[in-house]
């Protein structure tokens, strides 16, 4: 089969390569910055070609254990975090999807009314500090961002588009609700488990805010804190001049951590993508 | 005594399911409903130790203080303002993106296309904070490097409050438009081959396939996902924002959103815990109403396309 590369084609590669260059030029400036030696940078600015190689950023970086610290945590909460996501997601949206379940709808609604009604960061705050004593704990971390109501969704549509005959045959052959759940729809949902998870797992490894308002333990920092309390930090000694008398690489290691921040996940990507459309396919239509 | 038993009977029955709702339903009752009763708070004096139920009731104190000054019209505009315009631009470059996406043949290029629309999603927003420094910085940005090179003036970005709207509404979308355009693109690649076809043989040009068959398909799609935007549209993006804009004071009278000034009362020592529930009452109500609104005109339009 000959195929056409015409006008539209061109229009279309265009626009692909307008964004890209977008996205592309400020990362590449990004990780050059993090290999130049501040006094460069300080100098003669931010340059794709470091006028002085150095790595001085990793160096000071690396020296301090808080970094090797900092990314337990973050491996920890992301997969742990990822785990328990999708384990209770996928068997909330899974009986959700079962006709014969009589209330189904109304657990639906239940998971729907917090999308358009939230009680607000105060109540928020006093439950999670106060009554679930989560406060510096790294559950914290982990449990309030289990749910998300639009996964949850997309799970309850894709195990929908599921034949329910096969379920049946497999109840008739005498396997139990949980078996079947095990044995047949976690193999078949697979697509959509890869995309949720996919995305479950960026929520946790981002996360900042979260750690903002409940964790000041130094212990439980994650790399994404610790990249904004350092950033904050520079702010405020490049506030307070006198203090940033010797010249620590203070630009330099802001895009250092951003490479350290990025590079794990940027891994992981091609391992996930190949299931991505496939899944959300089936996910999102409506039901 | 007859309803009791039949609802009884069903969760017996179907046990087993009920029980995998369970420890979702639990953290959803932990994390979003357990609060619910803590709103009492906007219509009482509070005190961290008289606790949520022992705190004087105050009636709308709390309210009227908020709404006796300037301040709360300028952030709860800007909220709306920056979310109106991230909602419409994020909607009409996704469905372009996930359009042109498929009209691409070479599976290869397609998918480093997908890859890199998705790449920003990845960077987290301390990062998109620093990116968009590198770009707009006074000193040495790459703005006013391109704007030197064809030797005009170089511009104070960081001092001119009207250039920041453009610039957060354009990193939101920017870092969030791989993700719908994988749902939009999922949408396109669940439209019936068979409907395409026909149109190819009835001699159907590839902008009119686009135009009769994509656009009309991704219609239910746009429609869910908008709703479900505008309920967060009194709602600012927190963690963008305060990346970008930090606590740079000369641009908050467009940058201020209701989430960042409620954070730089409560940094300061604020203990205006009343107030600040007050304000997430109010953008609760706002939300609520607005989403109410456009479900019941998308409703009049076609029942189908409605949330509920």
């Known amino acids: ?287 | 005594m007859k309803l009791t038993t039949s609802i009884a009977k069903e969760l017996w029955t179907n046990r087993a399911y009920y029980l995998m709702a369970l420890p979702g339903l639990l953290l959803l009752i932990a994390f979003a409903y357990l609060p619910y009763p803590g709103m009492l708070i906007a219509f009482k004096n509070f005190n961290p130790i008289q606790g949520i139920f022992g705190s004087p009731w105050s009636g709308f104190d709390n309210f009227k203080f908020l709404f006796s000054n300037d301040d709360i019209l300028r952030i709860t505009f800007n909220t709306f303002w920056i979310n109106a315009n991230q909602i419409l631009w994020g909607t009409i470059l996704a469905v372009v993106f996930a359009i042109l996406l498929n009209e691409i043949k070479n599976n290869a290029v397609k998918k480093w296309f997908q890859s890199i629309l998705f790449l920003p999603y990845f960077f987290s927003f301390v990062i998109v904070g620093k990116l968009i420094l590198l770009i707009f910085a006074n000193e040495n940005g790459l703005a006013n490097g391109l704007i030197q090179i064809f030797h005009g003036m170089p511009k104070e970005w960081y001092a001119v409050p009207e250039y920041w709207v453009k610039i957060i509404v354009s990193a939101g979308v920017w870092k969030n438009v791989g993700y719908s355009v994988i749902i939009y693109l999922a949408a396109i690649t669940s439209i019936n081959d068979e409907m395409m076809e026909a149109a190819s043989l009835d001699g159907a040009s590839r902008i009119q396939k686009i135009r009769y068959i994509m656009l009309p398909n991704l219609i239910p799609t746009i429609i869910t996902l908008t709703l479900l935007a505008i309920g967060k549209i009194f709602f600012g993006d927190f963690a963008l924002i305060y990346a970008i804009v930090e606590n740079n004071g000369l641009l908050y009278p467009t940058t201020d959103v209701i989430e960042t000034y409620i954070y730089r009362a409560l940094i300061n020592g604020g203990q205006e815990y009343g107030m600040i529930t007050a304000i997430g009452l109010y953008q609760s109500i706002l939300g609520f109403i607005v989403v109410l609104g456009s479900n019941w005109l998308v409703k009049r339009y076609d029942k189908d396309y409605s949330l509920f």
């Open chain 1, 1 to 287: 089969m000959k195929i056409k590369f015409g006008w539209l084609d061109l229009l279309i590669y265009l626009v692909f390569i307008v964004f890209a260059l977008v996205t592309l030029v400020p990362f590449t400036l990004a990780i050059m910055v993090s290999f130049s030696a501040e006094s460069s940078v300080a100098m003669h600015g931010y340059k794709f070609i470091p006028e002085q190689f150095s790595l001085d950023a990793y160096k000071m970086i690396f020296q301090d254990s808080m970094v090797f610290n900092a990314y337990k945590v973050t491996i920890f909460v992301t997969v742990a975090g990822t785990f328990v996501s999708l384990l209770f997601s996928s068997l909330l949206g899974y009986m959700m999807s079962v006709q014969k379940v009589k209330y189904r709808n109304i657990i639906a609604f239940l998971i729907f009314i917090p999308i358009v009604f939230s009680a607000g960061l105060v109540p928020w705050y006093i439950v999670v500090s106060n009554v679930l004593h989560l406060k510096n704990t790294v559950w914290a971390l982990i449990l309030p961002l289990a749910i998300s109501p639009f996964n949850v969704f997309l799970l309850r549509n894709y195990y929908k588009s599921i034949s329910p005959a096969l379920a049946e045959s497999a109840e008739i052959d005498g396997a139990g609700p949980w078996y079947t759940f095990y044995k047949i729809m976690i193999p078949l949902s697979k697509p959509i488990l890869a995309t949720v998870g996919l995305f479950a797992s960026l929520g946790y490894w981002n996360d900042f805010t979260t750690s903002l308002w409940l964790i000041d333990d130094r212990k439980l920092f994650t790399v994404q804190f610790l990249l904004y309390r350092i950033n904050s930090m520079i702010a405020y000694m490049s506030q307070h001049a006198n203090m940033s008398a010797v010249l620590l690489p203070s630009e330099t290691i802001v895009f250092a951590m951003f490479l350290i921040t990025i590079g794990p996940i940027i891994l992981v990507y091609p391992y996930v993508q190949k299931y991505f459309v496939k899944g959300i396919m089936i996910g999102s239509v409506k039901g």
